[in-house]
Nanobody
Framework: HVRLLESGGGSVQSGGRLRLSCVVS????????MGWFRQAPGKEREGVAV???????TYANSVKGRFTISKDNDKNTLYLEMNSLVPEDTAMYYC??????????????????WGQGTQVTVSS
């Protein structure tokens, strides 16, 4: 009954920016591990930016300094601010949540709840 709905994806030029949102319904996100993952064609789903249950962020090396993860507990929403986008960022971006355990927040296997994804396309 927990649903995650992503939005904010789109097509931008290299150097542009996007802000992704993930609205969670059916349960409060307070105390959840929450994160953003992405999957490009021919590649496995990888962690992009995550928050553990203490709201400590972890970023993939490829996005450090460019992406910022945050959340609004009152709105039950997770955000990903993406700046200085490059074509290598092109992927389907997924929101994920885990309410029980979070031993390795960057491991996709830790998460039980996923959104449908929002496409991000960055052109040169």
């Amino acid at each position: 009954h927990v649903r995650l709905l992503e939005s904010g994806g789109g097509s931008v030029q290299s150097g542009g920016r996007l802000r992704l949102s993930c609205v969670v319904s059916g349960y409060t996100i307070l105390g959840y591990c929450m994160g953003w993952f992405r999957q490009a064609p021919g590649k496995e789903r990888e962690g992009v930016a995550v928050l553990n249950t203490d709201d400590r962020p972890t970023y993939a090396n490829s996005v450090k300094g460019r992406f910022t993860i945050s959340k609004d507990n009152d709105k039950n929403t997770l955000y990903l601010e993406m700046n200085s986008l490059v074509p290598e960022d092109t992927a389907m971006y997924y929101c994920a949540a885990e309410p029980i355990r979070c031993d390795d927040p960057m491991d996709r296997a830790e998460y039980n709840h996923w959104g449908q994804g929002t496409q991000v396309t960055v052109s040169s």
